[in-house]
Nanobody, 126 residues
Framework: QVQLVESGGRLVQAGGSLRLSCAASGRTISTYAMAWFRQAPGKDRDLVAAISWSGGRTYYADSVKGRFTISRNNAANTVNLQMNSLKPEDTAVYYC???????????????????WGQGTQVTVSS
């Protein structure tokens, strides 16, 4: 069993930066693919970024490419999402997700991930 807890979400002005962190417990995540999803009110839960267990492969949604960076520190059992140049459209609840098996990289559907955090709210004011 893997427990994931997100932190770092808050209100920020457009153009600002924010760093989200996902802390894992119960198991080490060194062999897990990790991802960040986000969900705005009335919208689907969409993949934002993903990173392979080795960190050698990453994926970014077109809407965040060049602004967001996903990283992992397996020794610390954490995954981070650095968000720069934030826009009001980035407002959402952000979720950390993990899974041992991703059949087709990057695994862009929520059902492909077995473990989830409770989410952290990011609000970007215009």
């Amino acid at each position: 069993q893997v427990q994931l807890v997100e932190s770092g979400g808050r209100l920020v002005q457009a153009g600002g930066s924010l760093r989200l962190s996902c802390a894992a417990s119960g198991r080490t995540i060194s062999t897990y693919a990790m991802a960040w999803f986000r969900q705005a009110p009335g919208k689907d839960r969409d993949l934002v970024a993903a990173i392979s267990w080795s960190g050698g492969r990453t994926y970014y949604a077109d809407s965040v490419k060049g602004r967001f960076t996903i990283s992992r520190n397996n020794a610390a059992n954490t995954v981070n999402l650095q968000m720069n140049s934030l826009k009001p459209e980035d407002t959402a609840v952000y979720y950390c997700a993990a899974d041992l098996t991703i059949s087709m990289w990057p695994g862009n559907l929520p059902r492909e991930y077995s473990y989830w955090g409770q989410g952290t709210q990011v609000t970007v004011s215009s």
